[in-house]
């Protein structure tokens, strides 16, 4: 079959088509007005990003994983201090807290929202392996984690909350957005992300003017004055390419938003009567949608008959960061273990979502799915 319809999961050059002439216009008055990091298209995308979140100050990076390492050292958190966060996430998250040179401890999920366990965190946090001076709750796949409950612990056993927002622009909880809970958030602008550069990106967000003074120094050799450093920094500058795009795709983000929501509707419908388990949004949430992941036992045979007929799917992530080689009998674990991380693990499966992606191609995906696993194509 060399007609059949191929379906993408992802596809940032899309987004990139979708706002070509103006993305187009804005690097080249870039190159054209000669100041390449840190300069005027930089400021603007942080203001700017910051009205959107509500928040005091954004702060721009180089990427996400640089983010999150840089929220922590401004937290004053680095060697001897542990980190609680989720083994089910980009191993960015967890790459970032030993680049902090901190430890992370990692508890289980909930099996339906695939976000951190507000329970596995408490007990953690009663019996802690090492002192934990930081939570970090990632929004996986667009959707809020419970951010009532886990700010309520970390408040409780004096823990900073430091949010992993990389896949959640635009998410909410309530009239709160992802984002909002707090002390910094960290936000990858990866070409795939809800909110994407087109290369490295990435930003933190904080009311904190204290914290976003002393983010701004260390993104910067520790500087506060231009070649004297007060204290050792790194140098994790946004550029002025990436930022002029970024201010772009902004205004576009809430309507490739709610195309995400659209789509994940469309599959909530088509695939209703399947014996899968699929994505939910809670009562208040505002679902993004960075992935459509469902749940399923047959996992592997039914990703392998998708891609047969021209369907793309991905696992985020295949393994979670515990069972990984570079981690692997290393990672502290909290007393609760991670049974439900490592059974998800064996049944995820991320459906093609963009917000350019064709209805056609939605229906195809749904049509597909159909056939393989009930045969009722
Ligand atoms: C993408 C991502 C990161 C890392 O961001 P980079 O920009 O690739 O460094 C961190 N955490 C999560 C949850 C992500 O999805």
Redesign the pocket.
């Known amino acids: 079959m060399t007609n059949q319809t191929q379906v993408r999961q992802a596809d940032p050059r899309a987004g990139y088509l979708a706002q070509k002439a103006e993305i187009d216009a804005a690097i080249a008055g870039v190159l054209d007005q000669g100041a390449y990091i840190l300069g005027p298209q930089v400021e603007a995308f942080e203001r700017e990003f910051a009205a959107f979140l509500g928040a005091g100050h954004a702060i721009g990076t180089a990427?996400?994983?640089?983010a999150?390492v840089l929220g922590l050292k401004a937290l004053g958190i680095g060697p001897g201090d542990g980190v609680a966060s989720a083994s089910h996430?980009?191993t960015?998250?967890i790459a970032a807290i030993e680049l902090a040179g901190a430890a992370p401890v990692l508890v289980d999920v909930q099996p339906d929202s695939f976000n951190m366990d507000p329970a596995a965190l408490a007990a953690l946090l009663a019996r802690p392996p090492l002192p934990i001076r930081a939570v970090i709750p990632?929004h996986?796949y667009g959707r809020p984690a419970a951010m009532g409950e886990i700010a309520a612990i970390a408040e409780r056993h004096g823990a900073a909350v430091l949010e992993?927002a990389?896949?959640a622009h635009g998410a909410a909880l309530g009239q709160r957005k992802a984002g909002r809970f707090g002390a910094l958030a960290a936000f990858?602008?990866?070409p795939t992300?809800n909110l994407g550069a087109l290369g490295?990106a990435?930003v933190l967000v904080t009311d904190d003017d204290a914290l976003a003074e002393r983010c701004r120094a260390l993104r910067e050799y520790g500087w506060r004055r231009r070649y004297v450093s007060d204290e050792p920094g790194m140098n994790t500058r946004l550029d002025e390419l990436q930022a002029s795009v970024l201010r772009i795709k902004l205004r576009r983000l809430g309507e490739a938003n709610e195309r995400r929501r659209a789509i994940a509707r469309a599959y909530a419908e088509g695939l209703a009567e399947l014996d899968l388990r699929l994505p939910a949004e809670g009562l208040g949430e505002r679902h993004v949608y960075h992935q459509y992941v469902l749940r399923l036992a047959d996992r592997d045979r039914t990703r392998a008959a998708l891609s047969e007929r021209g369907v793309a799917t991905a696992l985020h992530y295949p393994l979670p960061v515990h069972l990984q080689p570079a981690y692997r009998n290393r990672i502290a674990i909290g007393p609760s273990g991670l049974a439900v991380t490592e059974q998800l693990a064996g049944e995820i499966l991320s459906l093609p979502i963009y917000p350019e992606l064709p209805d056609e191609h939605v229906g195809r995906v749904i049509e597909v799915l159909r056939e393989v696993i009930a045969g009722t194509g």
């Open positions: 990427s996400g994983t640089d999150i996430t980009a960015a998250t990632v996986l992993d990389s896949q990858s602008l990866y992300k490295d990435g």
